[in-house]
């Protein structure tokens, strides 16, 4: 029997059978992200494939964490336009723009417009979790001129 199945596309971004889930649990006094959701299209349905794509929207105003990981990403914007902090660029990524994000570096997605941004994100099915950046690395994003005022991020106290 074939494990191959379709989900199809919806007008409001959503696809049949796939539900929407938080975009990840926050820890209290943490202010990791805000207005996203994710949903993830490819690798939770028993899939043998070694890699999962997910759909995460960001409203007017919303960002996904501040953060890094051993893995790398694949974003590919396929609604609206945002902003992308990856490594030590910035990045304005619109309509079909492919990013490329490379293992252990900072990046971050936010939405400084007016309306929903939306991206498919590809990465290994099996994976780290999210590592916080130090002081010196949010130290570092902050003094530099690229980077200044382009991330919401916070310092952690000691």
Not at 36 to 58: C, M, N, P
Request: overall charge negative; charged content about 30%; proline content about 5%.
């Amino acid at each position: 029997m074939s494990k191959s199945r379709l989900h199809k596309f919806n007008p409001n971004y959503t696809w049949t059978e796939i539900a929407k889930e938080v975009y990840k649990q926050g820890e209290a006094g943490q202010p990791a992200f805000c207005g996203i959701d994710r949903q993830t299209l490819i690798g939770l349905k028993g899939e043998s494939a070694k890699f999962h794509v997910r759909y995460f929207e960001v409203e007017p105003g919303g960002h996904s964490s501040l953060e890094k990981h051993e893995h790398e990403h694949a974003v590919i914007c396929v609604r609206g336009a945002g902003r992308a902090l990856a490594g030590d660029k910035v990045f304005d990524v619109g309509f079909m723009d492919a990013l490329y994000v490379a293992p252990n570096e900072p990046h971050q997605l936010i939405n400084p417009g007016t309306e929903p941004f939306g991206f498919i994100c590809i990465v290994d099915a099996e994976r780290d979790r999210p590592k916080e950046l130090s002081k010196d690395e949010l130290k570092s994003l902050d003094e530099s001129e690229e980077t200044r005022g382009k991330f919401i991020g916070y310092i952690q106290g000691d």
